[in-house]
């Protein structure tokens, strides 16, 4: 096949279904899949096979530490560190590097606020994915394994499916700290949409995260909510004003 075609297809089709993975792994790692946390780790992992880069195991990690820490100051790895914000506002041009390559901001930003160490199921977790790529380059050679790498990195960069990323915590609206979406895009993201139900029952699986909404209206359907995707995206980077800061910031609490 011709090069651009392959480019095209691992970051349409690739991009597409990979970011339906991570969201599988969201939920596996919010041990959703069952009341059993081995099994849940063990599904997140085999659902990291298709992107190439081991990663499952580690975004559980530091996942539990963006709810456990909601927006606080170095201990958030969702919240962008302080020289970041600095930088989208001294230069607007560097909101669109941190959405070009956002999935690099939320790989390394962890090793900035914590003590990078390694635990076993993760060491586990590189073990397997590097012997799955190892196996896809031997039997299908190195356009398979580049295809995978190419199409695991695009699904959380500049992406369509990725635009919840910046839907959910951004504030939009001053001193709303959360966001729901409802649209169509709810489909192939797994109900990731209805984040503030998810925050609120992290351990709601997401195929019930709607119910929430619906049997509890008095507590969402008043706060603003998102419909479109694209609008988020043009706010986000078409508003010169529009910057990193734009996050509701708390101070953690002392020891």
Known sequence: MPIWFVLLN?????????????CCIH??????????????KVL?????IPMGLPSAISFGKYHADHHN????TRRDPDLPLPWES????????????????????YALRPIFMHNPSMRMDEALNYIFIFTSDYLI?????????????????????????AIHIIAEHYEFIKGQ??????????????????????????????WNLRKIREIAPEYYEYLPYHTNY??????????????LYYRTIRIPEKP
């Open 27 to 40: 939920d596996f790692m919010h041990f959703c899949g069952g009341c059993n946390m081995t099994i849940n």
């Open 177 to 206: 700290e959360t966001y729901d979406y409802i649209g169509w895009w709810n489909i192939p993201n797994l109900n990731l949409g209805y984040h503030l139900e998810h925050h609120d029952f992290p351990t709601c699986p997401w």
């Open 230 to 243: 694209w609008k988020v995206l043009k706010n986000f980077l078409g508003d010169k004003n529009f910057n």
């Open 10 to 22: 691992a970051y349409v089709v690739g991009g597409f279904f990979c970011h339906t993975l991570h």
């Open 44 to 48: 997140a992992v085999i659902c990291n």
């Open 69 to 72: 820490f909601l927006n606080e």
């Open 137 to 161: 380059y031997h039997y299908w050679g190195l356009g398979a394994f580049l295809y995978i790498i190419i199409s695991g990195c695009s699904s959380i960069g500049p992406h369509p499916a």
């Open 86 to 105: 600095k930088l989208s506002y001294d230069y607007p041009f560097y909101k669109y590097v941190f959405y070009a390559i956002i999935e690099f901001f």
